[in-house]
């Protein structure tokens, strides 16, 4: 069976019924069977297009639900114009770049990380300003996977005679907007999985005390982090045991003026106590308890009645939060990307139910040891080592004293069955994906 990233779910054994009815997946395909100018790739087409990546990822964590783009635009091998897009509703980055090469645009070359769009969205459609500012070619690292476009930006500068190149660093490109294209392919909030362990593989001692696991400068990239995501989540058990406070701190900065994530707590039958730090009235930005329809009635109102959000749904077979479902409903508000931040269970609920597609693992350089010390993963895990998910490519590197190893998550086959049976078929939310082992 062959491995695809989960964030980049385009082989077929990975394409769900839902997206093929969506008609998604299949017009990727056809953006590259369009027959048009075709334009072979230039000696300085990277160096250009790493630019525009590098301009694109200037916005990182600000242009949700958006992806982040750059462009320049190249006038005689002589860069003219670039720009990047800043946060949704604002100028799209082929604009700005076509702006401000103003009259320099004619006859000379776009380089776009993104697929222009044809559709009249926050803005007017990216197709237009560049069939007017006369460019004669066009290179593009990545098609775009939102519905309105899927390569009808390519056809459509095609059509106009203009020369297309596609795919220069698309692998970078993807990568960049890994979380877009989850968002985009399989209509739920790309989840990333943080977790702070030790060379053993475990997040706190048999003694259950996890403070500090991690040195300083690793602590405070994940706030870093969390300032970048739509959403952090943890399940009640992590509230109950650490009582955390959810929130993205900066040195130097206030609290209420860093982009604050969304706090999700996974607490099936409402565990979590109302004093805990993460419910605070004080606290900036919203709350979203996950609990199944059953949890205790007087209990969702004295949430309610703190201004959190109670989302309930049917539970799932193993009467805890039915994950997808949630997830599908989060992607409805928005929400493109989350910070999975913790415990074990909930973890391992969702790597069983395939919804892990990034992980950001520090490695500290302690052993805890202890038979009852806690695990990073808990959940129903694997049997054989070659049904594993694993890591494609995955990138180190060492923040201080711990190291930090990240990647795209690669599934080898469909989420197991508690009856042993095959769900290809079946829609993300369908009640026989879930496997018994609960979420919280
Ligand atoms: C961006 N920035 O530079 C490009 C995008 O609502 P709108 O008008 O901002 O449209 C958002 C869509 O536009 C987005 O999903 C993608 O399909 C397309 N291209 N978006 O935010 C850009 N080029
Ligand atoms: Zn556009």
Same mark, same amino acid.
């Given at each position: 069976?062959?491995?695809?990233?989960?964030?980049?779910?385009?082989?077929?054994f990975?394409?769900?019924?839902?997206?093929?009815?969506?008609?998604?997946v299949?017009?990727?395909?056809?953006? =590259?069977t369009?027959?048009?100018?075709?334009?072979?790739?230039?000696p300085?087409?990277?160096?250009?297009?790493?630019?525009?990546?590098?301009?694109?990822?200037?916005?990182?964590?600000?242009?949700?639900?958006?992806?982040?783009?750059?462009a320049?635009?190249?006038?005689?091998?002589?860069m003219?114009?670039?720009?990047?897009?800043?946060r949704?509703?604002?100028?799209?980055?082929?604009?700005?770049?076509?702006?401000?090469?103003?009259?320099?645009?004619?006859?000379?070359?776009?380089?776009?990380?993104?697929?222009?769009?044809?559709?009249?969205?926050?803005?007017?459609?990216?197709?237009?300003?560049?069939?007017?500012?006369?460019?004669?070619?066009?290179?593009?690292?990545?098609?775009?996977?939102?519905p309105?476009?899927q390569?009808r930006?390519?056809?459509?500068?095609?059509?106009?005679?203009i020369?297309?190149?596609?795919?220069?660093m698309e692998r970078?490109?993807?990568?960049?907007?890994?979380?877009?294209?989850?968002?985009?392919?399989?209509?739920?909030?790309?989840v990333?999985?943080?977790?702070?362990?030790?060379?053993?593989?475990?997040?706190?001692?048999?003694a259950?005390?996890?403070?500090?696991?991690?040195?300083?400068?690793?602590?405070?990239?994940? =706030?870093?982090?969390?300032?970048?995501?739509?959403?952090?989540?943890?399940?009640?058990?992590?509230?109950?045991?650490?009582?955390?406070e959810?929130?993205?701190?900066?040195?130097?900065?206030?609290v209420?003026?860093?982009?604050?994530?969304?706090?999700?707590?996974?607490?099936? =039958?409402?565990?979590s106590?109302?004093?805990?730090r993460? $419910?605070?009235?004080?606290?900036?930005?919203?709350?979203?308890?996950?609990?199944?329809?059953?949890?205790?009635?007087?209990?969702?109102?004295?949430?309610?009645?703190?201004?959190?959000?109670?989302?309930?749904?049917?539970?799932?077979?193993?009467?805890?939060?039915? %994950?997808?479902l $949630?997830?599908?409903?989060?992607?409805? %508000?928005e929400?493109?990307?989350i910070?999975?931040?913790?415990?074990?269970?909930?973890?391992?609920?969702? &790597?069983?139910?395939?919804?892990?597609? *990034?992980?950001?693992? &520090? &490695?500290?350089?302690?052993? $805890?040891?202890?038979?009852?010390a806690?695990?990073a993963?808990?959940?129903?895990g694997?049997?054989q080592?070659?049904?594993?998910?694993?890591?494609?490519?995955?990138?180190?590197?060492?923040?201080?004293?711990?190291? %930090?190893?990240?990647?795209?998550?690669?599934?080898?086959? &469909?989420?197991?069955?508690?009856?042993?049976e095959?769900?290809s078929?079946?829609?993300?939310n369908?009640?026989?994906?879930?496997?018994? *082992?609960?979420?919280?």
């Amino acid at each position: 069976m062959p491995i695809v990233p989960g964030g980049l779910a385009f082989g077929l054994f990975c394409i769900r019924k839902s997206e093929l009815t969506a008609g998604r997946v299949l017009y990727l395909k056809e953006a =590259h069977t369009d027959t048009g100018t075709a334009a072979t790739a230039r000696p300085d087409d990277e160096k250009w297009m790493r630019r525009a990546l590098e301009l694109a990822g200037r916005a990182r964590g600000q242009t949700s639900p958006n992806p982040m783009v750059g462009a320049v635009v190249v006038n005689n091998g002589r860069m003219v114009g670039e720009g990047y897009h800043h946060r949704a509703g604002e100028s799209h980055a082929e604009v700005l770049a076509l702006q401000m090469a103003g009259e320099a645009a004619r006859e000379a070359e776009l380089y776009v990380t993104l697929e222009p769009c044809v559709h009249y969205g926050r803005t007017p459609p990216c197709l237009d300003a560049v069939l007017r500012a006369g460019v004669r070619r066009v290179v593009v690292a990545m098609t775009d996977p939102d519905p309105r476009v899927q390569g009808r930006g390519l056809a459509g500068l095609r059509r106009a005679g203009i020369a297309v190149t596609e795919g220069v660093m698309e692998r970078e490109a993807r990568r960049l907007n890994a979380a877009y294209i989850t968002y985009q392919t399989k209509l739920r909030p790309h989840v990333v999985w943080k977790a702070a362990l030790t060379m053993d593989g475990k997040t706190a001692t048999k003694a259950g005390l996890s403070r500090w696991i991690t040195g300083e400068p690793a602590r405070e990239l994940v =706030h870093q982090m969390r300032s970048e995501a739509d959403a952090i989540m943890v399940g009640a058990g992590t509230v109950l045991a650490d009582n955390p406070e959810l929130t993205a701190r900066l040195p130097g900065k206030n609290v209420a003026d860093i982009r604050q994530p969304v706090r999700i707590i996974i607490d099936s =039958h409402l565990r979590s106590p109302l004093s805990a730090r993460c $419910f605070s009235p004080e606290l900036p930005g919203r709350t979203i308890i996950a609990a199944v329809e059953e949890a205790p009635p007087a209990k969702v109102a004295a949430f309610e009645e703190r201004h959190i959000s109670v989302w309930q749904g049917p539970a799932d077979k193993s009467g805890r939060v039915d %994950l997808a479902l $949630f997830l599908s409903h989060l992607a409805q %508000l928005e929400i493109t990307n989350i910070l999975l931040e913790g415990g074990a269970t909930l973890a391992g609920s969702m &790597f069983d139910r395939q919804l892990i597609d *990034e992980c950001r693992l &520090f &490695f500290a350089p302690l052993f $805890f040891g202890g038979g009852g010390a806690i695990p990073a993963l808990a959940g129903l895990g694997v049997e054989q080592p070659a049904e594993a998910p694993r890591l494609v490519d995955p990138e180190s590197r060492w923040v201080g004293r711990d190291l %930090l190893i990240s990647g795209l998550v690669a599934y080898q086959s &469909f989420p197991a069955q508690p009856g042993g049976e095959s769900n290809s078929a079946d829609s993300p939310n369908c009640s026989r994906c879930q496997a018994p *082992e609960g979420g919280d």
